[in-house]
């Protein structure tokens, strides 16, 4: 079973967004961690591979940096990482999907596995556009993954419940929490993971150039929200003050 | 050359979803202004049924595609239901409700036509005859506006409660079109409903959600009483899902769900950046929370410093009495 683990590097969660002098999103300085959805999709890749024979290699679309993702994924226990660094360029969706595609393009896989969304300016659509340019079936928001004699069960999460759907391999599903409890990388993995292969390459170097990875979507300017405002906290015992929020919500917010 | 401001009317069993109500309403108003028309597409089995409904909202024309393959949703049968139509009337706008159906299937029509996508977004405008989104990025920490410029058609999907759902009504032209046969990869084994009747997290109008606070799994019956009253979801912090105390997919946050309520009540929830990434958008915030230092007031419209066991039952039958004036 060949599985392929689509990855991004995000920011982390407490990242502090701030613009820099161009009014772009300032990333120096920036901590950045392995997509929180990610490490679901590479969890179950080594429980796939865990079952039975395989192998799971990581693949990114990103600056040099993301190495430390994809790293952590190494070191989780995934065999093999590919790196695509498409230089300063802007990215959208499609452009990724695109870079993904080709890349995978020229790989073995019965699994693609990618989180649902990315947490930093991620929109749930990249490994959707993979499978579309790979023809492959997708199946989004798995909390259950099944795999048996080429065919998968995949539990996904819909509004006001859960379906069960089949598809035949390949095919590609992205997590959602639920899926598995990712666990860390060990000492051992850690050490381990240096040693793997990390295969860097370039655009060139995937059959692409800037002009067929061009962004679809266009950024016109960022901007930082305003910083909502305190209000009011209603004073007195507690069933002064709840009686008093009551009245408060109807006469004054008019939100009930 | 490309025309029609297009909204996918999304239905699920019989009912079409309020935001499709939402989309329509503010299209109206951007092909107006674009001097384009409105169209609303409506995908599924007996979905003829809906087009009334969905005329009450001021499309001019309303495309049908009625079949049985489509009777559930299926990533591969939408897509190419929608797919089919797009290819041949060429539309230059295509809005989506931000749902988990209108986020699978954007995702896929939006590839198979090399265009952009611009999703949860919480704004469009006419700029310079462009359509131009609005994005919250970075979990609400950062907002771009956007464009696709060139490739058609432009797509987004738009949270729900983004726009105000006004009834427009108009005698929509209703055009009928042909399921052209396609796989459907995704095989559908089960269906599994929780049944509730309250309404759905990112589309209630008011939330009332539950942190590490709430101490226990039989207390969040104190905020079911709640919600009953007012009609609302029931939401979570990640400290209580981590608990085990209720199902991941009431979770609200930068890991859970996007929620832009017009109000929402968080009860024994700290407000940490990613619990509030999640719901910042809300319109009114209430925070009852025993430590007057919490984080959560610092976004809270109204804040009660107190028990949240003493404060929310006599907050319930309170609201009962308003609610029943
Ligand atoms: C990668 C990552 C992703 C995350 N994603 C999310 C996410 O999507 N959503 C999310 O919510 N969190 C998320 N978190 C977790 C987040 O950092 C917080 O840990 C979590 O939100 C805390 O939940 P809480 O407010 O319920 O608990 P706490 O922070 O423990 O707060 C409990 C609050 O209850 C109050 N309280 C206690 N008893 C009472 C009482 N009797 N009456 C009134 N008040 C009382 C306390 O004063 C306290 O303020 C994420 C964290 C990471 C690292
Ligand atoms: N640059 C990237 N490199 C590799 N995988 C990516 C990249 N961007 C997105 N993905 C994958 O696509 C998923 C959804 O991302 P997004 O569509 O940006 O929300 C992520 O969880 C990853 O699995």
Redesign the interface.
């Known amino acids: 079973m060949k599985i392929l683990v689509c990855l991004k590097q995000t920011f982390d969660t407490e990242a502090k967004i701030t613009l820099d002098s161009n009014g772009k999103i300032e990333s120096k300085g920036v901590s950045m961690i392995m997509n929180p959805y990610d490490e679901f999709a590479v969890e179950e890749a080594l429980r796939i591979k865990e079952k039975g024979e395989g192998e799971v290699t990581v693949i990114s679309v990103g600056g040099q940096q993301t190495q430390d993702a994809l790293r952590q994924a190494l070191a989780m226990g995934a065999d093999k990482a590919v790196l695509v660094d498409p230089g300063e360029i802007e990215l959208d969706e499609f452009s990724t999907a695109t870079v993904l595609a080709k890349t995978i393009g020229g790989m073995e896989y019965d699994i693609i596995l990618g989180g649902f969304r990315a947490i930093d300016d991620g929109s749930a659509q990249v490994v959707g556009r993979v499978a579309e340019l790979l023809n492959i079936p997708v199946v989004n928001v798995v909390t259950k993954l099944e795999i048996e004699g080429g065919k998968a069960l995949a539990t996904r999460e819909v509004e006001g419940g859960s379906e069960v759907i089949e598809v035949a391999l390949p095919a590609a599903f992205t997590a959602q929490k639920g899926l598995n409890e990712p666990r860390y990388p060990s000492m051992k993995g850690i050490m381990k993971a240096k040693k793997k292969p990390m295969d860097k390459k370039t655009l060139a170097d995937v059959g692409l150039d800037e002009n067929q990875i061009a962004a679809k979507v266009k950024a016109l300017s960022f901007s930082l929200p305003e910083a909502r405002q305190a209000g009011k906290v209603i004073p007195g015992e507690a069933a002064e003050a709840a009686k008093e929020l009551a009245r408060l919500l109807r006469e004054e917010a008019k939100v009930i | 050359m490309a025309k029609g401001i297009w909204v996918f009317a999304e239905q699920?069993e019989g009912q079409v979803k309020k935001v499709s109500f939402e989309l329509l309403s503010e299209g109206r108003k951007v092909a107006d202004q674009l001097g384009e028309e409105l169209c609303a597409v409506l995908v599924g089995k007996n979905v003829s049924d809906l087009t009334e409904a969905v005329s009450a909202y001021g499309p001019d024309k309303i495309y049908v595609i009625d079949n049985d393959a489509l009777e559930n949703?299926?990533?591969?049968g939408y897509t190419n239901a929608v797919s089919d139509l797009v290819k041949k009337y060429e539309p230059s706008v295509l809005l989506f409700g931000c749902?988990?159906?209108g986020?699978?299937l954007?995702?896929?029509v939006?590839?198979?036509f090399?265009?952009?996508?611009?999703?949860?977004c919480t704004g469009m405008e006419v700029v310079d005859g462009q359509l131009?989104f609005t994005r919250?990025?970075?979990?609400?920490?950062?907002?771009?506006?956007?464009?696709?410029?060139?490739?058609r058609p432009a797509m987004a999907t738009i949270r729900p409660n983004t726009f105000a759902a006004v009834e427009n009504a108009k005698q929509a032209e209703v055009i009928n079109v042909e399921y052209g046969a396609g796989d459907i990869?995704?095989?559908?084994?089960?269906?599994?409903?929780?049944v509730?009747e309250r309404p759905?997290l990112?589309e209630a109008n008011?939330i009332v959600s539950g942190g590490r606070g709430m101490k226990g799994p039989e207390n969040f019956k104190l905020l079911e009483d709640l919600a009953d009253v007012?009609g609302a979801a029931v939401g979570a912090s990640r400290a209580a899902v981590d608990a085990g105390w209720v199902?991941?997919?009431f979770?609200v946050g930068?890991?859970?769900k996007t929620v832009s309520p017009?109000?929402y009540i968080a009860c024994g929830i700290s407000g940490a950046?990613?619990h509030l990434?999640g719901m910042?958008s809300a319109?009114?915030?209430?925070a009852i929370n025993k430590d007057?230092e919490a984080n959560i007031?610092?976004?809270?419209?109204?804040?009660?410093?107190?028990?949240l066991f003493?404060?929310?039952p006599?907050?319930t039958e309170?609201?009962k009495?308003?609610?029943a004036s």
């Open positions: 699920r949703y299926t990533t591969d749902t988990v159906t986020r699978d954007s995702a896929q939006a590839q198979r090399q265009t952009g996508l611009m999703t949860d131009v919250p990025i970075y979990a609400g920490k950062a907002i771009v506006k956007a464009s696709c410029p060139e490739a990869r995704q095989v559908i084994k089960d269906i599994i409903r929780q509730s759905e990112t008011i007012l199902s991941h997919s979770q930068q890991t859970g017009v109000l950046i990613q990434a910042s319109k009114c915030i209430v007057e007031f610092k976004v809270a419209d109204y804040g009660i410093v107190g028990d003493e404060v929310v006599i907050l309170e609201l009495k308003i609610m």
